[in-house]
Each structure stands twice: as C-alpha cells, then as structure tokens.
C-alpha cells in the first residue's frame, strides 16, 4: 500500500504545482484535502502492511518448530530402537554362555561320575576276588554238629563255656552254619531256634523266609526250618524242644517235650512231639483233638496247610487261612490252634478276631491267658541211640 500511494503523489504532484501558479486558492484548498486524504490512506495502508508482516514473521517460526520436533522424534525412535536391538544381542550372548559354562560343568561332572563308578567296581571286583581267594584258601572251620556237641567237646579244654555265636556242622549235611549256643541255662548245650524278646524284628514273612531263618542271632530271629531239621535229624540223636515264656509282669514259665523232630521240605516240616513236662500247659496238643497241633505241617502266609479247607470256625468266625487270623506269621497251625510264638511280642489291640500277639493259650491266671512279651525255643541233645 505505501509503494501505491508514492505512486500517486509522483503522477499528481506536476499538476498541483501548475494548480499553485495559476494563483487560484480554491484550487489550493482542494490540494491539501486532497493531501491530507493521501496522508489517511498512506498511515492506514502502514497499518495494513505492518499486520501483514505479523503474520508472515509468525507462520515461519510454527512450521519450523514442527519439523524439528518430528525429526527429533524420528531420531529418539532411532536409538531406541538401536539400543533395543544392541541389549538384545547381548543378552543373547550372556544366555549362550552361561548355558555353555553349564554345560562344560555338567561334562566334567558326568565325567567324574563315571570316573568313580569304575573305581568302585573295580574296588567291588578285587574285594570279591579276595573273599573267594580267602575263603578258598582257608574254610571255616565248625565247633561241632550242634551246641549240645560243642559244649562235650569244649569241656575237657575250659571250665567255662561262654554262651554266643558258634559255627555248627550237622552230620550228613553239605555247608556249615552259625547259631546261636545258650551254654548257661539249665546245663547248657542249647541251640537257640527261635527267640522273640523286643518285636523289632518282624516275623510277618513268606514261606521262604521261615525255611531259610531271618533276623539276628544275637537278638531276635528264627534259625530256619531247614537249619533245624539238619540238626534235630542226625543219626543216633534225639533232641529235646524246650520253650521259656516271660510275661509282661516278668513272670516266667516254661514248656518242655522229651522227643522233637522235623519231617522234611517235601513233608512241609511237619513236627512231632514227644511227652510234654512242665507249668505253662500243653498248648501244642491242647485241650481236644481239634486244637492238637502235634504232627501239622508247617504253614506261612502263601503256603496254606492248616486244615481249614476252604475255611473252619473258630470262636463263631470263619476262618480261611490261621496265617492270616495270626498276623501273617508262619507256624505249625491246625484249626489255627492254641499256640503260635512267632506272634508280636507286644499286647496291641485285637482287630476283628484276629489274634496278633505271641500265643501260648493253656498258660492261664484267673483263667484269662498270660500276655507274653518274651519267648525262646531251643533244642538240646538228650540221648544217642547206639
């Protein structure tokens, strides 16, 4: 607008001089409202071009600021995305070599193992090596065919015969092995095969275990039946079964039989009694025919031969198996009986009938049967038949 109004005053100004000679004052008065008009027009376009500028110094500085603002965005995004990417590639690296150093040290271990299991079987190889060598070059040797011949050979060398672990080798039998030998009660000569006294051996077991003998000989255990009929079996022999009972209130008693053997494994181990003597009653024959327990085979928990075929009645129950009405024990049952003393030591609880504890039924007070905690049977060489 100012460029515009220089223009005008440039084409105008030759004829306002001219009007100005001529002398005429009219024309005068005319030429300042004319300028004072162009004064108006000069100050507001001024005013217009100044708002003009405004803007223009204004819309610059935005559309800059903009810009920068989205390439500084562009570049933060940038490096955050290069920082993601490089703690991605380290934390790869740092996962791939602990897994590595895992790995050497599951190597070396394994190693190791290996290295010790050869050490020990070869260790368990040179200690079987040496026990055959040992036992090839030096047998052992047996104190005699039973404690009873033990104590008559023992006796012409020392004054005292101490009772404990002896070895034994029956006449007509193939091995030797250990017993244990009472040599202070009544006499001497016993050899335990049987002891109950603190039930921390248990004598729920199978058929094979009673033929073989479990437990330990110093403490409770039973020697085995097939031990036992080697014994009870030698030529010219007779053996005496003797049974000591205590009861929970330390009383004792005892059952003896002049006369016991074993048949053979074919014939079950069947038992035969002789004279019973005595003050604990003879509860292997009991009081009838049906509670006789003399001549029964022997019976366990998987080998059934106690007469009761398919079962039998026993105080109004009905019974299939006296190894099971007894705890699961082994035993020379017939109708189940009046004795068992391979029963638990302990007086626990009867649980539907069954009878659990050690059985020696005709020992009585009051006429209500003894509970027995402790129980040894032993058998001693009585006589020789020549």
């Known amino acids: 607008m100012m460029w515009t109004t220089t223009v005008l005053m440039l084409l105008l100004g030759p004829h ?21 008009d162009f004064s108006d027009a ?14 223009d110094t204004c819309s610059i500085p935005c559309d800059i600021t903009v810009k920068l603002l989205r390439d500084e965005k562009h ?25 590595e150093e895992q790995q050497r040290a599951l190597d070396i271990l394994s190693s190791q193992v290996t290295e010790l299991m050869t050490k020990v079987q070869t260790l368990s190889s040179e200690v079987q090596r040496s026990n ?7 047998p052992v040797q047996s ?8 104590k008559d050979n023992l006796l012409s060398v020392v004054p005292k015969i101490p009772s404990g672990i002896y070895i ?8 030797s092995f250990e017993v244990f030998c009472e040599m202070d009660y009544m006499g001497g000569g016993w050899t335990v095969m049987q002891r109950r ?3 921390l051996t248990d004598f729920k077991r199978p058929w094979a275990a009673y033929v073989d003998g479990f437990g330990n000989l110093a403490g409770e255990h039973w020697l085995g039946l097939r031990k036992v009929f080697h014994i009870v079996n030698q030529k010219d022999t007779r053996f005496q079964l003797h049974i000591a009972l205590v009861s929970h209130d330390d009383v004792t008693t005892y059952a003896s039989y002049d006369d016991f053997q074993l048949d053979n494994e074919t014939e079950f181990f069947s038992i035969h009694l002789g004279r019973y003597a005595g003050s604990a009653g003879d509860a292997f024959r009991g009081y009838d025919q049906d509670q006789n327990q003399d001549t029964a085979p022997f019976s366990a928990s998987d080998v059934d031969n106690d007469g009761c075929n398919p079962s039998c009645s026993i105080d109004n129950r009905t019974v299939e198996s006296c190894s099971t009405q007894h705890n699961q024990t082994g035993w020379w049952f017939n109708q189940c009986g009046l004795a068992n003393l391979n029963g638990c030591p302990k007086d626990e609880e009867q649980n539907q009938g069954l009878r659990t504890h050690i059985l020696w039924d005709t020992w009585r007070q009051n006429g209500v049967p003894h509970i027995i905690k402790s129980v040894t049977m032993k058998v001693r060489r009585i006589a020789t038949n020549n």
């Open 16 to 36: 306002l001089l001219s009007s100005t000679d001529t002398g005429s004052s009219s024309d005068l008065n005319q030429s300042e409202t004319v300028n004072e």
């Open 42 to 55: 000069s100050v507001k376009g001024q005013k217009l071009l100044g708002a003009a500028k405004s803007r």
């Open 75 to 99: 570049s933060i995004c940038g490096q955050l995305q290069q920082s993601l990417l490089t703690f991605g590639r380290n934390t790869r690296k740092l996962i791939r070599d602990v897994m």
């Open 132 to 138: 055959t060598e040992m036992y090839s070059i030096k």
């Open 143 to 150: 104190h005699g065919q039973d404690c009873s011949d033990i």
């Open 168 to 175: 034994v080798h029956p006449e007509n039998t193939d091995s």
């Open 197 to 199: 006294t603190d039930g």
